[in-house]
């Protein structure tokens, strides 16, 4: 007989509650922060040998986050169009050629990783990171998230961060005007019908 | 599980069958997110009763008209855009044609629709209408009612062979990915309006689809999307937006202030634009025209050609209409049954009246579900009136037989 229903279903993407969703995700970074009170330890990895030097009981995890970091990297790490671009920011050297369905593109080699939360039964937090060797770059020996976000001088890898939504990348674009869209809404909830759930139908 | 209620509906049936809700369904629902299973104040998921079919009335009833009767509306589309009388007909202001008209000749590709149905379980189940650009009760099919069959068939309440017409969820993650190598896209923005519980959960359940499919998915509220000085749409941190799927309906917005730049945004939109041709109900009396006597069809029929109406017994909808608003029926040019609401000032349409099978008090609609082209699932719902209104109860079920 031929199945008439989808063959299975990822449960743990779909899970809201338990699981710390942009994390789950991959797309969320975690930031230093000041003066938050949920703030987690964090250190950074140059590579899976340095994580699993550190936790030697852990050498699953390190690999595995740092596979899953190489993955976060290349989706939200910085990109140019020019090799120049790129080693300008980042070195001589530094970068890589990459090819996807939406284009080629430059951008830096992964330089390390950032993993918290990796005793805890829950899952671990990961986060790409990337640096500079370009005496242009005030990134240069700095660690940088895929955002630019600037951690600190290389040397240093133990972090208090907490978690927080994904931040993007530096914006391009200028906003003009907003809520030029929604006004049928507001006039048809006038309307009065206070039952009204959604506008999909 | 209970005894079957054999509700005879002319010769043959379908069953509604009595069961007992899972004693954990709640705490599940809070675990995966699921906030609007109760809406206000009334149950809306309710797997008191499931519904079953059997294969044969899934395949032959339901899953083969869904696939004809969307290429019978596709074809609709392409005399429409070929069409200014159409599209005058249609009520699409005139600043679009020549871009929906482009979006069709481009094929900009379609991600989902929900035909609904008149199903009595025998004899062709006939057509209400098309919802082509914002179908809702989209995460309750493709994966909540999947969860419930599995966990009866864990638990041993319902048979090992028990299936379900639904593989909405892997259907929906193939297409987003296609949608963004169509688009050489890796990022797909999502929208929804603010204050509803219910738009958002689809539009979350559509993010952990393109999620899966390994697409970064941001959002930002209709309301909330900006204009920028480049010319494009930005979502709320001045990101400009390359590809939006929105759940909002293509007429509203394309009467709005920011209707103006939906073309000049150079957006990729999901549903793209030509689909505001089928989710207008004036594509009822159009299929009408064309495939007259087609037995998924009700006649139907324009304002202006209601002499043509034979029927005494028909159903007026608003041209532009959601969740059952606006919608009454007539009886020899007198009104029987009105549901109120704020649509119709673009016109109406009249449907021959075909009653909806009823269950002791319950009258239950079929949406059949597509994802681009293809029939992807059923999904069953309930309401105390006639007129199936955006309160009626979502019942699961099963294809047994």
């Known amino acids: ?201 | 599980m209970g005894k079957r209620e054999e509700k005879w509906l002319g010769r043959l049936d379908l069953f509604r069958m009595p069961c007992s809700p899972r004693p954990n369904w709640q705490k599940k629902a809070t675990e995966f997110g699921f906030k609007f299973h109760t809406m206000h104040g009334q149950p809306y998921w309710d797997e008191s009763a499931y519904y079953q079919f059997t294969l044969k009335q899934i395949e032959q009833d339901l899953e083969d008209p869904t696939v004809e009767i969307h290429q019978m509306c596709l074809d609709v589309v392409d005399r429409v855009v070929n069409s200014e009388k159409l599209l005058q007909q249609f009520q699409i202001p005139k600043q679009y044609w020549q871009m929906i008209a482009d979006s069709w000749q481009a094929q900009e590709p379609s991600l989902y629709s929900r035909l609904d149905f008149c199903y009595h379980g025998d004899g062709p189940a006939k057509l209400y209408e098309n919802n082509a650009d914002t179908p809702t009760s989209l995460y309750e099919s493709g994966f909540w009612q999947w969860l419930w069959l599995q966990d009866l068939v864990d638990t041993n309440q319902l048979a090992r062979n028990a299936d379900q017409f639904n593989s909405l969820q892997e259907k929906l993650i193939h297409r987003l990915a296609d949608i963004a190598r169509y688009y050489k896209v890796d990022m797909l923005h999502f929208s929804s309006c603010k204050d509803t519980d219910e738009d958002r959960g689809t539009v979350q359940y559509l993010q952990d689809c393109a999620a899966e499919a390994g697409l970064s998915n941001p959002f930002v509220y209709i309301e909330d999307i900006g204009i920028a000085k480049e010319g494009c749409f930005t979502d709320l941190g001045d990101n400009p937006i390359t590809t939006l799927f929105k759940l909002y309906p293509w007429e509203f917005m394309q009467r709005e202030e920011f209707g103006d730049y939906i073309q000049s945004s150079e957006t990729n939109w999901i549903e793209p634009i030509w689909k505001s041709i089928l989710s207008n109900k004036a594509l009822m009396p159009m299929l009408w025209k064309l495939h007259k006597g087609h037995p998924n069809l009700l006649p139907a029929y324009f304002e202006d050609e209601l002499a043509l109406a034979s029927e005494a017994k028909l159903v007026k909808k608003p041209i532009y209409s959601r969740e059952g608003a606006n919608i009454s029926i007539i009886e020899n040019g007198k009104t029987l049954v009105e549901a109120h609401g704020p649509y119709g000032e673009e016109g109406f349409i009249y449907q021959a009246y075909f009653p909806l099978p009823r269950f002791e008090n319950n009258h239950t609609l079929i949406g059949s579900w597509l994802v681009d082209d293809q029939a992807a699932g059923i999904s069953v719902r309930e309401d105390t009136s006639e007129i199936t209104q955006d309160l009626s109860r979502y019942l699961p079920h099963v294809i047994l037989g």
């Open chain 1, 1 to 201: 007989m031929t199945r008439k229903r989808s063959a299975s279903i990822n449960l743990s993407r779909l899970r809201k509650q338990f699981s710390v969703k942009p994390l789950a995700l991959g797309v969320a970074s975690v930031f230093i922060s000041a003066c938050s009170d949920n703030r987690q330890e964090a250190s950074i990895y140059k590579d899976i040998e340095d994580c699993v030097s550190k936790n030697p009981d852990f050498a699953q995890q390190c690999e595995t986050a740092y596979r899953e970091a190489l993955v976060e990297a290349e989706r939200t790490g910085p990109k140019y169009n020019s090799q120049r671009d790129c080693e300008h920011e980042f070195g001589d050297n530094q970068c890589r050629y990459v090819e996807r369905n939406s284009g080629s593109f430059f951008m830096p080699f992964m330089a390390g990783y950032m993993l918290s939360n990796l005793l805890s039964p829950n899952r671990y937090s990961y986060q790409p990171m990337f640096t500079s060797y370009s005496p242009y770059s005030s990134y240069r020996y700095r660690w940088i998230g895929a955002g630019g976000y600037d951690y600190g001088d290389l040397r240093k890898r133990n972090y208090r961060v907490r978690p927080d939504a994904f931040k993007p990348k530096p914006t391009v674009t200028k906003t003009m005007k907003r809520g030029g869209f929604g006004s049928t809404v507001r006039a048809k909830s006038s309307w009065g019908s206070a039952k009204k759930s959604g506008w999909g139908g």
